[in-house]
């Protein structure tokens, strides 16, 4: 499936799920520049980070309330100086060899190490 038949098939958003090599669809695909963060929770003894955010699936329609779930977690760093002014705002995602990245409108990042992924509607 193209780049282009998975943005024009909005509905493939409802549950994604990603482990490291073996995606159904890359984490640098899903609709997150401009997702609005709302909230981080950690659970240790689960090794979970979920990230609650409201993403843009389909153009010119509103913001929809999502979580971002990253499991296998071994390693969670956060920077919120906000650099290049505030922003609850995604810029974009990527991932290489495990290791999540987010990195904010606000210049900072949130980089996630785990086994994988799931983004799920809510």
Known sequence: M???EWES???LYNHIRGQVG???LPFSNLPLHDAVLNRI???WQEKLCRIHLAAFVEPGLSAVAHQLEFYGVTRFV???SESWGPSAS???GS???GVYQLQMQSGDNIEVKASGFSFVAL
């Open 2 to 4: 193209s780049n282009n």
């Open 9 to 11: 098939t909005p509905i």
């Open 22 to 24: 073996m995606s159904i």
């Open 41 to 43: 929770e950690l659970s």
């Open 78 to 80: 956060l920077s919120h």
């Open 90 to 92: 995604i810029l974009n």
């Open 95 to 97: 991932e290489v060899d």
